[in-house]
């Protein structure tokens, strides 16, 4: 059974590591438990296991096969020791994914990239995955010409202190008070906010060229033609996004919904005759990507519009990455 590492396991993610490990009955021999020094001594019962949290250092991955990052600064500076040290790395943050040297892997769309890793495979951004979960089934049946993706994205998104901060802001407004942001650039609560991570090229926020550049990536099409717009929403949990897809051929919106159906890790949830489409209410603390809403673009020749929604803390990052070390067994 391979020695598992989670770096950043007290965090929200590395959290959701340890569920998502029991869930998918995935074999541990030794789970070392790794965060910053502040989380060092902790301990946490797994599995009838108790585990005491170890302060990351370059000597913690003596004797792991796989360590999985849960994100951040930590992964630019442990994962070459895990490497080095025999480790397969499965890193959540931003820092490898663009780099050709490095799968960045969705097991729905692209599994076959895990066998050229070289030490470290991507987990894609978030909203990235939901998307890309939803686009691999129209890619394969009608060929992709154009995307244009809007986002509703969940406040934790930003981690636990998004989530505070909208829970702070409604309790704040309910009493009365007056409504402060720390996380987030202006008030979330009963607001949006259309900026997500910083402004870079052409306008676009680095949100936004995420999910470009690393969709582009995932599928092996440089020059696939995707346009984001990526909002914040007062919501808590599972990100929202809006996608319209023009196909390179004609395709029956029938064949469209049976594709989606026969899909791996896709639910739809598509009957407008019983007000029935997916919400983010609905879809946190699961593993699927939810289709709704599908329906023809009368304005273009080939086109779809579908609502598509997805737990991102789940699929959009702990989940996906077990599956990936489930790709490496
Ligand atoms: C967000 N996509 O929702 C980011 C998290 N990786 O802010």
Redesign the pocket.
């Known amino acids: 059974m391979p020695n598992v590492a989670i770096v950043g396991a007290t965090g929200a993610v590395g959290q959701e590591f340890l569920k998502i490990l029991v869930e998918r009955n995935f074999p541990v021999g030794e789970l070392r438990l790794l965060a910053t020094k502040r989380s060092a001594g902790k301990k946490i019962l797994w599995q009838g296991r108790e585990i005491e949290v170890q302060e990351t250092t370059h000597d913690s991955f003596k004797g792991i096969d796989i360590a999985l990052f849960a994100?951040g600064s930590s992964s630019t500076e442990y994962a070459p020791s895990a490497v080095k040290s025999g480790a397969v790395v499965i890193d959540n943050s931003s820092a490898y994914r663009l780099d050709p040297e490095v799968p960045l892997v969705v097991p729905e769309v692209n599994p076959e990239d895990v066998k050229w890793h070289k030490g470290i495979i991507a987990n894609p951004?978030?909203?990235t995955i939901i998307m890309a979960v939803a686009l691999k089934p129209v890619f394969d049946l009608a060929g992709i010409k154009r995307v244009v993706v809007s986002t509703y994205?969940?406040v934790s998104?930003?981690g636990r202190e998004?989530i505070e901060e909208l829970e702070g802001q409604v309790r704040d407004w309910v009493q009365g008070k007056e409504l402060k942001n720390q996380t987030f650039p202006y008030q979330i609560a009963f607001n949006l906010i259309p900026r997500?991570?910083v402004f870079q090229e052409g306008d676009y926020t680095k949100?936004e060229w995420?999910m470009v550049k690393e969709t582009q990536k995932i599928f092996h099409v440089d020059n696939m033609p995707i346009t984001a717009t990526t909002v914040?929403v007062p919501v808590l949990r599972s990100?929202s996004e809006s996608i319209n897809i023009e196909t390179e051929r004609s395709v029956d919106l029938e064949e469209v919904k049976a594709a989606f159906r026969k899909a791996p890790g896709i639910i739809v949830e598509d009957n407008p005759a019983e007000d029935r489409y997916p919400m983010p209410w609905f879809t946190s603390d699961t593993d699927e990507v939810y289709i709704g809403r599908i329906r023809k673009d009368f304005s273009i020749e080939n086109g779809i519009n579908l609502w598509v929604v997805g737990d991102?803390i789940r699929k959009?990052?702990a989940t996906n990455t077990i599956q990936i070390a489930e790709l490496l067994l």
């Open positions: 994100g951004n978030c909203s994205q969940a998104g930003a998004g997500i991570d949100e995420k914040r990100h991102q959009g990052a």
